[in-house]
Structures are given as structure tokens and as C-alpha cells.
């Protein structure tokens, strides 16, 4: 999948593969293919969202781009140059250029420190300020920048609400000044009159400064609202991906149908026609032969769905889908 | 008679000048066969009340101030804990958000299942009596899934075991307890289906508990909106999500992202949700209202029929939010 725009990020054909160890002497008999070919790039500045269910290995996918897991075979590009071999201090450079947030904002601080040293830690790290009063000058600039108050430097994390804390893994992000943040679930543990201000402030801060994001989240809804282009995801490949607005409207895959109408409704007058999948989401381990969603596809055609796995096919302008019978309109 | 009135149910955690009031006047009740939503954010006081409709709640740290809870016609809180065994379960069931912690690891589903009917249905508790729960909640080839440990199950399949174990004694009141928060959308839809045709068949009353508006429009007839610790609007589901009144619901309703293809910025509450023990004087929303008046804070204001059947705790609701 391409972006009109070079790339600030591409991914070719990147697989991560996990072994799965049994037996008393821990052979490894199976693997987990939790990312399976999956190729897609994100422009500059823009917001490219992920979807899937638990499993789908959207997560991994974030990970393996950040390099906090290693990719088994393919490649992956920032700003042209390809990081998927870096090591150590290399890469620790290039980490500049990309940050990640993250689902759970009790887990992701340190209690131990202050605001202003899980903070200024990225900037002692990159050497990015020169004197401590321009460091603590810059603590508070981003401070600021995220909406909170200068004065809460001197903090633990253990002194915030949710909504807070998750400000300042945004604040740790922001203080390299990335081109490209990894938001991986970020509003799904945060109450939902407070899941409104993450959002809004993610977009200001795209606006502000430019950066790109790598949406990940489980709810159609809000990855809709943020992204401009969506991916949606099932046992470790990209099932479809389009312009976000179009994917709603349009969606081609009879699984980004029926998450579509899976999604309660909160309007009475705009009842969508309900979709409900039989079944659960298959053991990664043993994925279904042929396409993986077709044991619980109403559309599967025995024959041609159990055995043949569709490619990632552009369907329409930007549009990509992986289904034989991509378009056609799954019955409620 | 209704099937459930809580009247004025007032609950503190701990006693003496730590006590802080997690319910404040919380007054509902359900009718048989009726969905009843109750809705809001953590720490509102949603679960506390659910669960205080079978005394579940732990005395102490928490303390029953004041109200009473009318089951089936008798007096919860005044009950004697050999009657409220009798009613746990055999009047009232729950079920919960994780089904992976409230199911027991070590024993068979079947046999979990089988417990719940040697209670309260000594003469079913066989293998038989299992399997049709079983079959009624939708597990395939219940025949040999009786015999399967909670880990050899997907969330989804636990949730409709621990939904087999609520309808086992034939419940009157069925809560749920933000039943599918847990579960993957896709399972949502299929928990919430199977919830919507056990009731059709059944004929029991639900009340569900969720943080989701989305789900009030799809399962509930009348729904009740809570905010630290109060009711601030309760009305039919259908009224209040097509014209909510109370300014937090309003508010509640603009800050979801709608599957709409529309991109305008949402509208959000500032602040955060106030804590249990650290609730505002006055009105509790007015620091976070946008159409707070200098004297919002000054009094709690009234839960007030402002139409037919529509309840609203605020003397402003009729000014609109810009």
C-alpha cells in the first residue's frame, strides 16, 4: 500500500514470527506468524490507523517497526533509510525519529521517578540541552505543550489520574521531537470523557509539529476519527486498507463489514444492519488454511476460500482488499 | 409492585471521618422483563449500587447509611444472611467483566455450572440440566465442552458459561456488569444478541452496566445516567439518547468519536471524573459544566421530573450548550 507522498515510513514484507515452545525439553515445534507479510508506508505528518481484534497482531506490528521486537524477515524504512539491521548506538539514533505511547499509563511511567526525570531522560540520553536551566526550561515547554501544569515537575506518577499520566508518555515522546509516534492503544484504558482531550491533543500536536502517527487501537470509531487512512487487520495480515472515510462507507472485505456493524450505535435514528459473525477469532498458531477469516466469512465459498489465500489487491484508487469476493455485501 | 426499588440508597466506604460516600440517593427501580442501563464512568458508583442489590458490597468497608432495596417484595438490607443465600442467585444473578476471574480454574465448567444448581435447583443438577444451559447460551457440542477447564476457553465462550451459571436458577434480575468490556467487538455483538434473546425468552428483567453509550441504544428501554455518586438523568433510552437534558450526558454523548466519516474535532470535558471521598460541594458536575452558574455550586440540586418520565438533576437543562 502506497502513499501519494514519499515516505516517511515504509514497511516491505515484514513477518514476525514467535516460536512456541512445548514439551519437556522446550523444542520448538510450532510458530505463531503474529505479523505475516505485511507491507504498507506512512507520508509525513500523516495518521495511518490500525484496527483488529485481540490476536491480530497489531501490537507486534508497532513493536517490530519501533524494533522492541525483531522482525523474522523484512524490512523496514525511516526517512528513506532502512533500520531493520541497526544496532546499539545506531539505532539508538535514530530512535529520535520515532517514539512510541502506550495502552496502559500506570504501567508505562516509572513510579520511582519524578515527571521531570522520566521527561528530561530522553533528552539526557539524545544530549539534546546543554545546561540544566535550558533542560528545565524544555521540561516545562513540554509540560505545556501536553497541558499540564509546570509545576507538576516535581511529581510521581503515582500523583496523576489516567488521562494525566497519559500526557506524560506523550510529553516523554515529544521531548526528541519525533517525526513519527507509535500510539499503541492509547486512549483504550482512559475514561471516555477524558478519551475526547487525548484526541483532541493528538491532533493539535500533529498540526503544531508535523508528525506522523502510527494509530493503534481495537475501536473502529475513534481510529476513524483520528486516521486519515485505515488498515484493518486479521490473524497477522492486512485485510483491507483505504482512505478512512471511504473504508466506512465502502468497505469492501466482509470482515471490515461486519466489525463495521458490530459497533454499537449511540444514534437511535441511524440503526446500521447488524452483521453477527459466528465463532471466535482462530488460534494464531493454527491459522485457517486458505483465507484466514473464511471459517467465519457468511460469503466463503468452499473450494476457492478454504484454499486459496487472496492477495492484498487494489480494488479501486487507494482502496486494497484481501477477499476473492472483495465488494460483495455480506446479508445480516 | 416492581421487581426492584431502590429507594434513596446511600453507601459510605468507612466509618467516622474517613467515611466517604460512594452512593448518595440513588433511587431506581426495574420492572419484570424490563432493560434498565445504568451508565457512567469509573468511580461513579454504578458497580457499588448493582452489587448492593444482592448485599454483595463488604460491610465493612462499606457501610449502608441509609435506604432501602425491595426485591421481589422483600427488604434486601434488612434480610438475615440465610434468606440472602436463598436470594443470591435464586432471585438475582450476575455475571461480570472478566469471566476469566470469575470463573474457577481448577474445576470443570460442567461441574461449576452443576454447583450453581445444586443450590438453588437440587433436583436438575445433572449432566442433562447442564447441557441444555449450555446449548441455550449458544456453546457448540456442549456435550463435551462441560467437560473443558475455563483456560480451554476463548473469552467469549467463558462469558457464555458464566452466563449458563446465572440462568441455571432461573434469576429473576439478571445484571450484568459491563459484560463484554473485556471481549473483542466482533464477541460483543454475539454476547449482546445472546443477552437480548435469553431476555425475549425468558422473560427476566436486566439491569446492564456499561460506560458504553452505543450499547444503551442496542439493549435498554429505560436508562439511568450516574455521576459521582448520583443519578443525574434517568429516562427512556430511546428520549435521552436522541435529546439528552443533563449537561454531563450532553457532554458524555459529544465526546465519542460516531462511526460517521466525520472528522470535526470532538468536544470534550475538561477536568477529570472527581474521586470517591473528593466530590464537589454543590452541584458535582458544575466545575466541569459548561453552562455552570456561580450558584450551581452553592446547593446539590434535585432530581426533578422535568417531562413525563424524564428525570434530570439540573436546574439549568433547558439552556443550551454551544
Known amino acids: 500500500m502506497q502513499s501519494n507522498n514519499v515516505s516517511l515510513l515504509e514497511v516491505k514484507n515484514l513477518k514476525v514470527h514467535f516460536p512456541v515452545k512445548t514439551g519437556m525439553f522446550s523444542r520448538v515445534h510450532e510458530t505463531v506468524k503474529a505479523v505475516d507479510d505485511v507491507s504498507f508506508s506512512i507520508a509525513p505528518g500523516e495518521t495511518l490507523g490500525l484496527v483488529g481484534e485481540s490476536g491480530c497482531g497489531k501490537t507486534t506490528l508497532g513493536r517490530a517497526i519501533m524494533r522492541l521486537v525483531e522482525p523474522t524477515a523484512g524490512s523496514v524504512f525511516l526517512d528513506g533509510e532502512d533500520i531493520t539491521g541497526m544496532k546499539g548506538a545506531t539505532l539508538r539514533v535514530r530512535r529520535r525519529k520515532f517514539q512510541m505511547i502506550f495502552q496502559d499509563p500506570y504501567g508505562s511511567l516509572n513510579p520511582r521517578m519524578t515527571v521531570e526525570q522520566i521527561v528530561g531522560e530522553a533528552l539526557d540520553i539524545h544530549k539534546l540541552v546543554d545546561s540544566s536551566s535550558a533542560r528545565k526550561k524544555r521540561i516545562e515547554e513540554l509540560l505545556q505543550a501536553v497541558g499540564l501544569d509546570a509545576l507538576y515537575a516535581q511529581r510521581y506518577p503515582h500523583e496523576f489520574s489516567g488521562g494525566q499520566r497519559q500526557r506524560i508518555g506523550i510529553a516523554r515522546a515529544l521531548a526528541v521531537e519525533p517525526k513519527l509516534i507509535i500510539c499503541d492503544e492509547p486512549v483504550s484504558a482512559l475514561d471516555v470523557s477524558v478519551q475526547a482531550q487525548i484526541i483532541n491533543l493528538l491532533s493539535d500536536l500533529q498540526q503544531q509539529r508535523g508528525i506522523a502517527y502510527l494509530f493503534i487501537a481495537h475501536d473502529l470509531a475513534v481510529v476513524e476519527h483520528i486516521s486519515s487512512r485505515v488498515m484493518v487487520m486479521y490473524l497477522g495480515k492486512i485485510v483491507e486498507a483505504a482512505e478512512a472515510e471511504k473504508m466506512i462507507r465502502e468497505p469492501l472485505h466482509p470482515y471490515t463489514q461486519a466489525l463495521i456493524s458490530a459497533v454499537p450505535e449511540v444514534n437511535p435514528e441511524t440503526k446500521r444492519q447488524r452483521v453477527v459473525l459466528p465463532g471466535d477469532v482462530p488460534s494464531p498458531i493454527h491459522p485457517p488454511e486458505g483465507c484466514p477469516f473464511h471459517p467465519r466469512c457468511p460469503i466463503a465459498l468452499e473450494g476457492k476460500c478454504s484454499q486459496e489465500v487472496p492477495p492484498l489487491v487494489e480494488k479501486a484508487p487507494g482502496h486494497f482488499a484481501a477477499c476473492h469476493f472483495a465488494g460483495k455485501k455480506i446479508a445480516g | ?322
Open chain 2, 1 to 322: 409492585m416492581s421487581l426492584l426499588e431502590i429507594k434513596d440508597l446511600k453507601l459510605d466506604f468507612g466509618r467516622g471521618a474517613e467515611a466517604a460516600r460512594a452512593v448518595d440517593g440513588v433511587s431506581l427501580t426495574i420492572e419484570a422483563g424490563e432493560t434498565v442501563c445504568l451508565v457512567g464512568e469509573s468511580g461513579c458508583g454504578k458497580s457499588v449500587t448493582a452489587q448492593s442489590i444482592a448485599r454483595l458490597v463488604p460491610v465493612p468497608p462499606a457501610n449502608y447509611v441509609g435506604g432501602e432495596i425491595w426485591l421481589n417484595g422483600r427488604d434486601v438490607l434488612k434480610m438475615p444472611v440465610g434468606e440472602l443465600r436463598e436470594i443470591r442467585g435464586g432471585v438475582v444473578s450476575y455475571i461480570f467483566q472478566e469471566p476469566g476471574a470469575a470463573l474457577n480454574p481448577v474445576f470443570r465448567v460442567g461441574n461449576q455450572i452443576k454447583e450453581s444448581l445444586k443450590l438453588h435447583k437440587p433436583e436438575k443438577a445433572n449432566n442433562a440440566e447442564v447441557i441444555r444451559l449450555l446449548k441455550l447460551v449458544g456453546i457448540p457440542a456442549p456435550e463435551s465442552r462441560i467437560r473443558n477447564y475455563p483456560f480451554e476457553m476463548s473469552g467469549g465462550m467463558q462469558q457464555r458459561v458464566m452466563i449458563a451459571m446465572a440462568l441455571a436458577s432461573e434469576p429473576k434480575l439478571l445484571v450484568a456488569d459491563e459484560p463484554t468490556t473485556a471481549l473483542d467487538v466482533t464477541i460483543q455483538a454475539q454476547i449482546l444478541d445472546l443477552l437480548r434473546d435469553l431476555k425475549n425468552r425468558l422473560g427476566m428483567a436486566i439491569l446492564l452496566i456499561t460506560h458504553n453509550l452505543g450499547i444503551v441504544g442496542d439493549m435498554a428501554d429505560r436508562v439511568a445516567v450516574m455521576y459521582a455518586g448520583q443519578i443525574v438523568e434517568l429516562a427512556a433510552a430511546g428520549e435521552l439518547l436522541r435529546r439528552p437534558l443533563h449537561p454531563y450526558t450532553k457532554a458524555l454523548m459529544n465526546s465519542v468519536p460516531k462511526l460517521s466519516g466525520n472528522m470535526d474535532r470532538l468536544v470534550t470535558i475538561p477536568g477529570n471524573v472527581p474521586r470517591i471521598g473528593n466530590f464537589p460541594p454543590g452541584c458535582r458536575f458544575a466545575p466541569r459544566c459548561p453552562v455552570a452558574r456561580p450558584d450551581c455550586s452553592a446547593a446539590v440540586p434535585a432530581l426533578v421530573e422535568v417531562e413525563p418520565q424524564r428525570w434530570v438533576r439540573c436546574p439549568y437543562w433547558n439552556d443550551a450548550i454551544k
